[in-house]
């Protein structure tokens, strides 16, 4: 049981190129996020999902894109990065209800 | 608007003595209240929770207080032991928002031996 896994650990990109972060969870968990977590300041909440196929817009999703196309997975896109974008990102996931969110160990990203 | 504020970046504590963490809030909507740790490279790790119909919830060393007037609550660790420096944080959540979290800034919590 790995609980929420994230790949890759690190990653460093080039100003306006692209990537895909991928969280996987195998609790069979309905609610997955994206957060990023800057210096000095609580996680803030990207996007959210409520289940495979859904996907919502969180306290500061603009750059970002997500998918869920599978109940174990979420995906967060960069499309264009941009240095404001160096952060790390945790992804969690949840069962229903009023329940403890389950994080993977972040990935850490820079933009140049 | 910070919903949720934790107005202490730092603490450092004595082995063995009692540790406190304060957090505050404004929405007087929020039902469910959590406590998470976090060390270096790592990410949050649940450590405990508290509904509002409740003013205290224990789990071994740790209590949660909550003061619903003052819309506070308090992390005590009793006693603190060198494994609990980390950052510590406070998060809120309310049913009508699905329980999604809203965090505070963390408190980095230093036990000096």
């Known amino acids: 049981n790995a609980g929420v896994t994230q790949t890759p650990k690190f990653r460093v990109l080039k100003t306006g190129q692209s990537m895909t972060l991928l969280c996987a969870q195998d609790m069979n968990h309905e609610y997955m996020y994206w957060y990023r977590q800057d210096p000095g300041m609580g996680l803030r909440l990207i996007h959210y999902?409520?289940?495979?196929?859904?996907?919502a817009k969180g306290e500061v999703p603009d750059g970002y894109n997500v998918s869920r196309l599978k109940k174990q997975n979420f995906l967060l896109g960069l499309e264009s990065a941009a240095p404001s974008q160096t952060s790390v990102y945790f992804c969690?996931?949840?069962?229903?209800?009023?329940?403890?969110?389950?994080f993977g160990p972040g990935t850490r990203l820079t933009v140049l | 608007d910070q919903q949720v504020k934790q107005n202490s970046p730092s603490l450092s504590v004595q082995e063995g003595r009692i540790s406190i963490l304060n957090c505050d809030y404004t929405n007087s909507m929020f039902d469910y209240f959590l406590w998470y740790k976090k060390y270096p490279a790592e990410g949050p790790t649940f450590l405990i929770s508290i509904s509002s119909i409740k003013d205290k919830n224990e789990d071994g060393r740790f209590t949660v207080f909550l003061n619903k007037s003052a819309k506070h609550l308090s992390l005590h660790i009793v006693p603190s032991q060198p494994g609990d420096s980390a950052v510590y944080f406070c998060a809120a959540s309310e049913a009508y928002s699905n329980y999604q979290l809203i965090w505070g800034a963390g408190t980095k919590l230093i036990i000096k031996p």
């Open positions: 969690a996931s949840r069962s229903r209800g009023p329940d403890t969110q389950y």
């Open positions: 999902s409520v289940g495979e196929g859904t996907t």
